[in-house]
């Protein structure tokens, strides 16, 4: 290699400066967003398990006795987005970012001029590409098998509204187990909280197929961000109480995420 | 010598419970220099960087990079210094280059990072996943997100461990050029030829005191003459008192194992016929007498009783 040296300085001369915000968030959400669909593990929980809910649950659900009130492709679909929602801003945040505290990766980011407010926005702008990806996937296999879901403005403005609320909800809950534990206990940990709401949590069935737990089901952000889609794409309303009970979630799990969360 | 110290540390005092790691360091280094600061593991090296580079605050005493506060002022400070951390600091599925490039872009004025790939070579495991490069390629990419931003300073902690002496080579190369090009370089590492080759100023410190500092040529003190002295079995107690009493105050004695010692001073036909004499004495059977030149691991093992690891 040769050396290319202008006026006497050279190819090392400092000429310092961070970029703009924006494109350092940019940048970042590109990157996590990559990181994580090339992740094979990751995409199974962001996609492949969602399809199989849905569509083992529009073939099946009768069979093993349950009933809606709606046609099942329009009953689960909502739901499995819901579920989505819930396997990218929770699991996959949390597990990855589990890892990044290990390998350091965090600390290396922490000595760039990425600030760590611009970590957190790169890390939410990744989580929405993914989860717009599940959503186009998941709604088109749905539509496939002949979902109808309400298209109103108020319908879509309230499902846009859970997936933003929800995200912030789990994220912010995801953040904290990943703050609070070690990598594999958070991976751990993680995958089971995302087992034990699908199954019961109220996310992908409503809440009143639990029969007297459903209600109580609600007050589960799992529940809260189900009911919030349910409400949007099939009845065409918007659930302000569930919206509200997401919300609050998300304070709570940014406080906690606040107090605990160690970069290293 | 430019008048303010691209880095300045005053009465730095650093623990970890109970551990003192860093015990009133004083330690300040010119611009567009190379500054080693060697010392054995655990001797206070890392935790000296990581407070100018604002990843911890001072317990006592201060820091001062580019005249700024690297905690206060980490915001203004951080864009215009490098580091590079010992050990991973990347995403286990990231690929060499998109880690580099990703780095680029959160700078405003990035070097072309297709030239600095050819430079650490690079290239060759661009698209391999990080975790599937080798110890001393990771380094590399390590040195090359540390240079990319064109800082003013770069820190960069161990850079050549676990490298082959290629790599080693053009490592230091693209560290002198960065000299060159005016950035300022402080570095850490347990190698004595790293910091001989490299450094216009070393800093030797040990339980986290400075214990000596000056360019090579200070520190060796142009050059005294030295015997390495190794027996075959241990020596008897107490034979490097009896080997100092026998050659005289003009000769220094430093045991290094139970097996060798150093002896610093005149290397005359008369200091030889000495410790030859003294050996028949003791009953020991030297394995191995090396005359050389008084050099930085003479000096370290002097001033710290301790030998540093090799390769």
């Not at chain 1, 329009?74 to 890892?99: C, H, R």
């Not at chain 2, 500092?213 to 015997?227: E, V």
Request: some cysteine; aromatic content about 4%; glycine content about 12%.
């Amino acid at each position: 290699m040769t050396e290319v040296r202008a006026e006497g300085r050279g190819t090392f001369a400092p000429r310092p400066g961070a970029a703009p915000l924006t494109r350092q968030v940019l940048a970042q959400a590109s990157m996590e967003a990559r990181l994580m669909v090339r992740n094979g593990e990751q995409l199974l929980l962001a996609v492949v398990i969602p399809v199989l809910v849905l569509v083992g649950g529009v073939a099946g659900a009768h069979r093993i006795g349950i009933h809606f009130h709606e046609r099942a492709v329009d009953a689960l679909t909502p739901g499995v987005l819901a579920l989505a929602v819930m396997s990218t801003a929770f699991t996959s945040l949390a597990i990855a970012t589990g890892f990044e505290r290990r390998y350091g990766v965090i600390k290396r980011l922490g000595a760039s001029p990425l600030p760590r407010s611009g970590l957190l926005m790169g890390k939410i702008g990744g989580l929405l590409v993914v989860e717009l990806m599940q959503v186009v996937v998941i709604s088109g296999v749905g539509l496939v098998l002949g979902w109808r879901p309400h298209t109103s403005v108020v319908a879509i403005a309230g499902a846009f509204l859970a997936l933003l609320v929800g995200t912030f909800a789990f994220a912010s809950l995801g953040l904290f187990l990943a703050g609070a534990l070690r990598a594999e206990a958070t991976l751990a940990a993680a995958n089971l909280v995302y087992l034990l709401l699908m199954a019961g949590g109220a996310v992908v069935l409503p809440a009143d197929a639990y029969g007297g737990a459903g209600h109580a089901l609600g007050w589960l952000p799992s529940g809260a961000l189900g009911e919030a889609m349910r409400t949007a794409l099939t009845h065409g309303n918007l659930a302000v109480g569930d919206l509200l009970v997401l919300a609050a979630w998300g304070a709570l799990g940014t406080v906690l995420t606040a107090k605990t969360f160690t970069w290293e | 010598m430019p008048t303010i110290p691209a880095v300045e540390v005053s009465g730095l005092v650093m623990r970890y419970g109970d551990k003192v790691a860093v015990d009133g360091l004083d330690l300040a280094v010119a611009e567009h220099t190379i500054t080693a600061v060697l010392g054995p593991n655990g001797a206070g090296k890392t935790t000296t960087l990581e407070t100018c580079e604002g990843y911890r605050r001072p317990q006592q005493g201060a820091v001062r990079v580019l005249g700024l506060d690297p905690t206060a002022d980490q915001r203004a400070l951080l864009p215009r210094i490098g580091v590079m951390l010992q050990g991973s600091g990347a995403w286990s599925g990231v690929r060499a280059m998109e880690m580099l490039r990703h780095i680029a872009r959160l700078h405003a004025h990035p070097l072309d990072v297709d030239l600095l790939a050819d430079r650490l070579g690079l290239h060759d495991c661009g698209r391999t996943p990080y975790r599937r490069l080798s110890g001393g390629q990771q380094q590399r990419l390590g040195l090359a997100t540390a240079v990319v931003g064109r800082p003013e300073v770069v820190f960069v902690d161990e850079p050549t461990a676990g490298m082959d002496p290629l790599a080693r080579r053009t490592t230091w190369e693209l560290l002198e050029e960065l000299r060159a090009d005016g950035v300022t370089v402080v570095l850490t590492t347990h190698y004595m030829d790293e910091a001989e080759r490299l450094a216009d100023q070393i800093h030797i410190i040990d339980q986290g005191r400075m214990i000596a500092s000056g360019t090579p040529a200070d520190l060796t003190r142009g050059g005294t003459a030295t015997i390495r002295l190794v027996v075959t079995k241990p020596f008897p107690p107490g034979a490097p008192a009896s080997l100092q009493e026998a050659l005289g105050p003009q000769v220094s004695v430093t045991p290094i194992s139970d097996v060798s010692l150093l002896i610093a001073g005149p290397a005359d036909s008369t200091t030889l016929a000495t410790v030859a004499g003294w050996c028949e004495l003791q009953g020991v059977l030297p394995e191995s007498l090396n005359l050389g030149q008084r050099n930085l691991e003479d000096v370290f093992l002097e001033l710290t009783g301790k030998d540093l690891p090799r390769d």
